[in-house]
């Protein structure tokens, strides 16, 4: 019935004709309203590493708040194939990308970008992580796709004995590895994620990383859930 009204309709209102990326031009405004302040969010997710010598958690820039929209619009681009969506995204990352480097003031950085699990590969057919990445990064940042691996075969056994805070801690230490073709640490790494809700998937991949040498700096995701309250 909808798609009777608007046979290309916005991923977000529904109702309206999409112009570009699947998203009608009011949707799109109120959206680029939402991710026009980039913030750092390390103080709203409560699970992150800390800094060994300054106790500090590790830096988040984030683009935007989860907000409703921002949630049901990553939704649909996680979940529902609406894969153009990625054309709306790829510049706003950019720019956080960009400010993230600019603020932390290194010269060069490797971007990670935390993996899919096979799972999650198999039911959608795509990494949304990486196809929310622009084509070309910022300069002096250099995309590492095959350094971080997800270890999903484990964490699918250990689901079975039990959710215990022990058992979960075992899990996210064990949910990453580092790929055996790279030997040398170099560069600071900045992690890519899409969403920061209590901030365990990016402290297990930093820890993952780092107990393999690598300075992990930063992450920036696309969006930060507020903590209630
Ligand atoms: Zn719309």
């Known amino acids: 019935m909808l798609n009777l009204l608007a046979p290309n309709p916005c991923s977000l209102c529904v109702w309206s004709d999409a112009v570009m990326h699947q998203l009608c031009q009011p949707c799109t405004k109120l959206l680029k309203e939402q991710a026009k302040q980039i913030f750092q969010a390390q ?21 935007s708040f989860y907000t409703p929209e921002m949630a049901k619009v990553l939704l649909k681009f996680k979940d529902h194939q609406r894969i153009k969506i990625a054309g709306f995204l790829r510049p706003i990352v950019y720019r956080t990308l960009h400010y993230a480097s600019d603020t932390l003031g290194y010269s060069y950085y490797r971007v990670v970008p935390i993996p899919a699990s096979g799972a999650s590969m198999r ?16 300069p002096a940042l250099n995309l590492d796709t095959g350094l971080l691996k997800t270890r999903w075969h484990l964490l699918t056994r250990a689901a079975h004995h039990g959710t215990g805070v022990q058992i979960r801690r075992e899990q996210s230490r064990k949910k990453f590895r580092v790929s055996t073709r790279h030997t040398e640490p170099a560069e600071p790494v900045i ?6 809700t209590t901030g365990a998937t990016l402290a297990a991949s930093a820890r993952t990383l780092q107990a393999q040498g690598f300075d992990v700096v930063a992450a920036v995701v696309f969006s930060a859930v507020m903590p209630r309250g």
């Not at 106790?55 to 820039?61: H, Y």
């Open 43 to 63: 103080d709203f997710a409560d699970a992150l590493p800390l800094d060994l010598v300054t106790g500090q958690p590790l830096p988040v820039f984030a683009a």
């Open 123 to 138: 039911k959608r057919g795509y990494n949304p992580v990486l196809t929310m990445l622009p084509r070309q990064l910022p």
């Open 191 to 196: 992690l890519i994620d899409d969403v920061l």
